[in-house]
């Protein structure tokens, strides 16, 4: 199963939405609150955390937006060349309607609160948990690998904190809009997408 009915998906999005309309709100009047939150999350991070630089760099050229465009294509590449066309058409598909929603963000709000790179990579480690992750047969595999994914998101946003790319605030001020779309996007998979079944190049794939 890549997605299962949860009764939760809803809260989920209204506390991630919520909290990012008073994020946003904190940030648009300058909250001095906030500001000292983030400045002194940014010290710890910055300052107390291993800082490898060459690390960060090669972490933010491989998260950059138009690579992570490459991924979600070799990830629809992949699921559709081995008959997964109704779960690779979801992924594109989110993946696209989210890179919309990342450039609606950067033209309404400041953009140094929102980084492209940790949105984009987002994006594609929650494609993958949701349509990959699931055809390992190991149980054990499948744990290891969401793993590895969860790491190399938590990663990268540490990455471009220390490169001084974004700030605190604004890592969760990417965080909190694809966690939200991924919760709308699941619960369509499982409210629409059956119903490609139905046209001829869909006919022989798997749902769910």
């Not at 648009?28 to 000292?36: Q, V």
């Not at 559709?80 to 950067?106: C, D, N, Q, Y």
């Amino acid at each position: 199963m890549y997605v299962a009915h949860d009764k939760e998906r809803q809260y989920s999005f209204l506390l991630s939405f919520l909290t990012l309309i008073v994020l946003l709100t904190l940030v648009r009047f300058n909250s001095k609150i906030l500001n000292g939150i983030d400045a002194l999350l940014q010290g710890f991070v910055v300052n107390v955390m291993p800082n490898i630089s060459f690390f960060n760099r090669t972490l933010s050229f491989f998260s950059y937006p138009m690579v992570c465009v490459l991924y979600a294509l070799l990830i629809w590449f992949f699921l559709w060349g081995f008959k997964h066309k109704i779960p690779a058409t979801w992924v594109l598909s989110t993946f696209i309607s989210g890179e919309l929603i990342l450039i609606i963000m950067r033209d309404l709000n400041r953009r140094e609160y929102i980084s492209g790179s940790f949105f984009s990579i987002l994006l594609v480690g929650y494609c993958m948990l949701t349509m990959v992750v699931p055809l390992i047969r190991s149980k054990q595999n499948q744990n290891i690998a969401k793993i590895v994914l969860i790491l190399i998101m938590i990663l990268v946003g540490i990455a471009h904190v220390q490169l001084g790319h974004v700030s605190v605030v604004g890592i969760a001020i990417s965080w909190l809009p694809v966690n939200a779309w991924l919760q709308i996007a699941r619960g369509q998979y499982l409210k629409r997408f059956a119903d490609l079944q139905k046209f001829p190049i869909f006919r022989h794939s798997d749902y769910n």
